[in-house]
């Protein structure tokens, strides 16, 4: 069994970048992390990257590039992206945006300036990463590669930068061993379920431009329980999805989110926005937490 026990939005900070590593037995802390992507528009991503490679004890996790573009900066020029920024140069789109621009007159236009972002992003991961080239790890924030306009400009930004993908996220997560565990279900956010219907029926629409999914990608657990994974590592729900891997003959990826921080300072995301009461929520010390109290369960797998 191949558990990817992964945390995303690696690298805002230097010190949230420490913090996500104290959970790491491979980089000198403790728990069950062995998997992370990091934020390559980050302004701190060269410093962060380093801690990565500075700090390997051991078994060193796995690291993955964390694409973005709702948050902070571009990489590629501003002028070769004016579809995906406001005035100030700042990311300005949302999930949503996203979705609608994907029908809009200027598709085509959104599709060519997202996969020049992208190839941007992944060629500054790999200029400090570069042995990732042959075996790239692929995610997105808030997975809005999902979005099908999105999800081919992150293909072909693959292409564009001669990368050989090794693992890229599909999110469409399996709600069977939710309903077999009835334990759980008061801990189900509504709009975590919302999430995770709209990720699946996104991926209907995404399978025919990525046959490799059963090779490439691992059976995924993250949104349902999103804020609250502390619960998917009590022993019968976990059993649950490490069967259905199993049987399926694919590994588990486990999405925490343990790297907090104490308030939004403005270098890369806004204050006063739905990303600083993510970034700051108590969720994220219960999802850390776990992660060194359940180290044992994890690591059996």
């Given amino acids: 069994m191949r558990l990817i026990v992964h945390a995303d939005d690696y690298g805002i900070t230097p010190d949230q970048a420490r913090s996500m590593l104290s959970r790491c037995t491979g980089c000198g802390g403790q728990g069950a992390l062995n998997s992370?992507?990091?934020?390559?528009?980050?302004?701190?991503?060269s410093e962060c990257a380093q801690l990565v490679k500075s700090n390997q004890t051991g078994q060193a996790p796995k690291v993955g590039i964390h694409l973005n573009i709702f948050e902070g900066r571009p990489v590629a020029d501003v002028g070769?992206?004016?579809?995906?920024?406001?005035?100030?140069?700042?990311?300005?789109?949302?999930?949503?945006?996203?979705?609608?621009?994907?029908?809009?007159?200027?598709?085509?236009?959104?599709?060519?300036?997202?996969?020049?972002?992208?190839?941007?992003?992944?060629?500054?991961?790999?200029?400090?990463?570069?042995?990732?080239?042959?075996?790239?790890?692929?995610?997105?924030?808030?997975?809005?590669?999902?979005?099908?306009?999105?999800?081919?400009?992150?293909?072909?930004?693959?292409?564009?930068?001669?990368?050989?993908?090794?693992?890229?996220r599909i999110p469409a997560e399996p709600l069977s061993p939710y309903l077999a565990t009835p334990a759980i279900w008061r801990f189900v956010r509504p709009i975590n379920l919302v999430k995770a219907l709209t990720l699946k029926a996104l991926w209907q629409r995404d399978k025919?431009?990525?046959?490799?999914?059963?090779?490439?990608?691992?059976?995924?657990?993250?949104?349902?329980?999103?804020?609250?994974?502390?619960?998917?590592?009590?022993?019968?729900?976990?059993?649950?999805?490490?069967?259905?891997?199993?049987?399926?003959?694919?590994?588990?990826?486990?999405?925490?989110?343990?790297?907090?921080?104490?308030?939004?300072?403005?270098?890369?995301?806004?204050?006063?926005?739905?990303?600083?009461?993510?970034?700051?929520?108590?969720?994220?010390?219960?999802e850390a937490e776990a992660l060194s109290a359940y180290e044992g369960l994890l690591s059996s797998w």
Avoid: W
């Avoid at 140069?89 to 945006?97: M, R």
């Avoid at 999914?213 to 976990?238: D, I, Q, Y």
């Avoid at 925490?256 to 739905?274: I, N």
């Fill in 208 to 286: 025919r431009l990525f046959p490799e999914a059963p090779e490439k990608s691992a059976l995924f657990a993250g949104v349902v329980m999103s804020g609250r994974m502390h619960h998917v590592c009590t022993k019968s729900l976990l059993e649950r999805l490490v069967k259905k891997a199993e049987r399926e003959g694919r590994g588990l990826e486990l999405l925490f989110h343990p790297g907090g921080l104490d308030q939004v300072d403005g270098s890369f995301c806004k204050p006063a926005t739905e990303f600083e009461a993510f970034y700051c929520s108590k969720d994220r010390t219960r």
């Fill in 80 to 168: 070769t992206v004016p579809l995906l920024v406001d005035a100030e140069g700042v990311f300005k789109l949302h999930f949503a945006d996203l979705v609608k621009a994907s029908f809009s007159p200027s598709r085509k236009t959104l599709g060519m300036q997202l996969a020049t972002e992208l190839s941007a992003q992944i060629e500054r991961f790999l200029a400090a990463f570069p042995e990732c080239r042959d075996r790239l790890r692929i995610d997105s924030h808030q997975h809005f590669h999902m979005v099908p306009l999105a999800f081919a400009a992150v293909l072909d930004a693959a292409v564009c930068c001669e990368a050989r993908i090794e693992h890229l």
């Fill in 36 to 45: 992370i992507s990091a934020f390559a528009n980050s302004p701190c991503f």
